[in-house]
């Protein structure tokens, strides 16, 4: 596994956590952009989209668009990933607590 790899699989699981710490499960891409680079991931607003996108077709989030801003909301599915008791190639399995 290449180093860019374990990179976004750790993005991944960051976004999950991250929403998954909010009372409703959901905030904005830019106090999750916020949230990431507290946790060393200094991302572009493309890459992103990209990785909700992805996180979207795995049925780990949902993503609404709001004047062009991007909200999106964990899945029960994507509270189990972020809690590890669901494991999705792809996202990083969180060690435990």
């Known amino acids: 596994m290449s180093y860019a790899q374990l990179v976004q699989e750790d993005r991944r699981l960051v976004i999950l956590r991250l929403l998954s710490k909010d009372d409703h499960y959901s905030t904005n891409e830019y106090l ?3 949230g990431l680079h507290a ?28 004047s062009a801003v991007q909200i999106p909301k964990l899945t029960g599915r994507g509270l189990d990933v972020a809690m590890g008791s669901t494991i999705v190639p792809g996202v990083k399995r969180p060690q435990p607590e």
């Open 32 to 34: 999750l952009k916020s």
């Open 39 to 66: 946790y060393g991931h200094n991302v572009g607003t493309d890459l992103l989209r990209t990785e909700l996108a992805w996180l979207a077709e795995q049925g780990l989030v949902v993503v609404d668009e709001i």
